[in-house]
């Protein structure tokens, strides 16, 4: 079996919990997945500033824990760290923007970005850029607050969808990994795919990876 550590770049352990859930949900008897908590970050990250500091400790969690792991999966839309790693360790890295990002826009469809998180839409056009998928993505439209209840949460994510189909998107991503369940919901709202991100990732990364056995013999 696999062993995939999911690196949450805030400092919430309550999320890490929710989204190894999320995670082990979809991987199922495939792998089995541990979280990392940063300890240095916000327990949400919200700009920029927050994103880019975020990616010291990722990288470093992620460095000295790659040893014990066949995958690595970044917790944060945005990717903070997951370009270095995928450079300084051995094993599949993945993270949760480029994962989703990359199925939406398969097979050459158009995609937009539905998020909570308005101080990001930079960073994520320009994830996007970073992916070469400047060509297929629409937009990133952005609830007006962060709303209390699930059920608000999921209505506030709905119009922000409804406005990316307006814009041209024939997938929408929803940008957050703990928002994996309101996507679930969402799903059966629209005629166009909803995208979660961490089970987006962990589809994505579990191909990827070496066999434990060819890996285990890889570190002899």
Known sequence: ???????????????????????????????????????HSPPMITTPGELDAAAAEVIAIGRAQAPHYTGLLIAAFGDPGADHLSQAVPIPVIGLAQASMLEAAT????????????????????RAHHLGLSHLYCCTRVTPTIPATPADLADALAEAVTRCIADGAEAAIIGGGPLANTAAALAARFPIPIIAPIPAAIRRLLPAIVPAKAHEETEK
Request: hydrophobic share 50%.
């Open 1 to 39: 079996m696999q062993r995939i550590l999911l690196i949450n770049p805030n400092s919430n352990a309550g999320t890490t919990a929710m989204m190894v859930a999320i995670a082990q949900a979809t991987a199922g008897d495939r792998a089995t997945i541990t979280g990392a908590t940063a300890r």
């Open 107 to 126: 097979p050459n469809r158009r995609f937009a970005v539905a998020t909570v998180t308005p101080a990001l839409v930079a960073s994520i056009d320009a």
